[in-house]
């Protein structure tokens, strides 16, 4: 019940920026939690980072340091700020959302780390 739309993804150097943004529709059901995953080839899908409706964050070990995970104040658009990329943060990256209804998947977007 809430689409998700994803952007921002692309090419970047090892060591360079990228900031993902995810754009969740309207709802009549709170979206509790929001959440970044990525999956690259030949692996399953991991979270990357999670944000709570209360602002608490929780990142993987990989992420943390590295990778921030924002939302604006309406909630309605979702941000993960990745710093120092490295090659193996090439995934897919997608973005989740969380309501009492069960859990909402973004398309993805593609993340590609090479020089």
């Known amino acids: 019940q809430v689409q998700l739309v994803e952007s921002g993804g692309g090419l970047v150097q090892p060591g360079g920026s990228l900031r993902l943004s995810c754009a969740a529709s309207?709802?009549?059901?709170?979206?509790?939690?929001m959440a970044w995953y990525r999956q690259a080839p030949g692996k399953q899908r991991e979270l990357v980072a999670a944000?709570?409706?209360?602002?608490?964050?929780k990142y993987e070990a990989f992420a943390e340091g590295r990778f921030t995970i924002s939302k604006d104040r309406a909630g309605e658009t979702l941000y993960l700020q990745m710093n120092s990329l490295k090659p193996e943060d090439t995934a897919v990256y997608f973005c989740?959302?969380?309501?009492?209804?069960?859990?909402?998947w973004g398309q993805g977007t593609q993340v590609t780390v090479s020089s």
């Open positions: 309207r709802s009549r059901y709170a979206i509790t939690v």
């Open positions: 989740n959302a969380r309501t009492a209804w069960g859990p909402n």
């Open positions: 944000i709570y409706s209360s602002g608490l964050t």
